[in-house]
């Protein structure tokens, strides 16, 4: 019987080239690099719609605050007592409105001082949102609610309306209590709808201030005396409007202003009208 020997060549088993190899493993760092990057997107855009989510529910819930309160708007039938007044000022490079009126309104939490006549000052301001704290002041619409001393002074206008929510130095004065409705806040804008022609009063714009009593409706564009109204106000309309986290990011770590972070990123905004009852904003 004869036995044949394999040749050299197929004895040997062929191996992979060191090229080979190289290429290999770039390929499947790549694939590697491509699935990792396909699920950080999923991630960061799950992220982001919670986030969004989260921001819409924040806007529409301090909107029906607000809203609440202009609806349960009240006037005081003393001389020179005001339903509402509004004085712009500005936030973090940002005119922002400070609305101060007499409500009806619950409160926020549903109870305390609910249905009983109350002065409410609608602000934003700059501070931390956790009492005594200033690691992370960041604008945010807060409600003010004052005493009922306070409330019966601003309906009589015998001593400063807004004075009584919030003192300068300290943030808010004793006689008030407030509530955070939303932070990172960029802004909230009050328009209102004349009687007459059904135009838009924009104080944001203007820089007027804004007065409802039981005369009628003012505004006042140069600091000097309140101009009438013809046909008072119809309705107002509110707008707000939120950053999306990653703005606000940038702005608290100085990156960007915030002016600047409103144009380039994401924002929440949304909008409510109400239309005032006879006899509030047309005058008696």
Known sequence: MRLRSLSPSRRRRRAFTLIELIVSCGITMMLVVLVVSIVNGVLDRSRDVRQGSDSDRETALALDTVAADLEAMLVPQQEDGAALRLEMETVQGV???????????????????SGTPRA?????????PVPGSTANSRPGLYRAVASGGDTFATASSTSDPQGNFWDTSSGASSHAWQDLLVDRIYSIQYRFQRGDNAAWIDPQTTGSSVRIDRHGAYQNLSGGSDELIPGGIRAIEVSLVLLDGQGELLVRSGAMTRADAFQRYGRHSARRTIVLPTGIGHGQ
Request: hydrophobic residues 40%; charged residues 20%; glycine residues 4%.
């Open 95 to 113: 005119p922002q409105p400070w609305v101060s009126l007499l409500t009806n309104a619950p409160d926020a939490d549903g109870t305390l001082y």
């Open 120 to 128: 409410v000052s609608l602000r934003v301001v700059d501070q931390d």
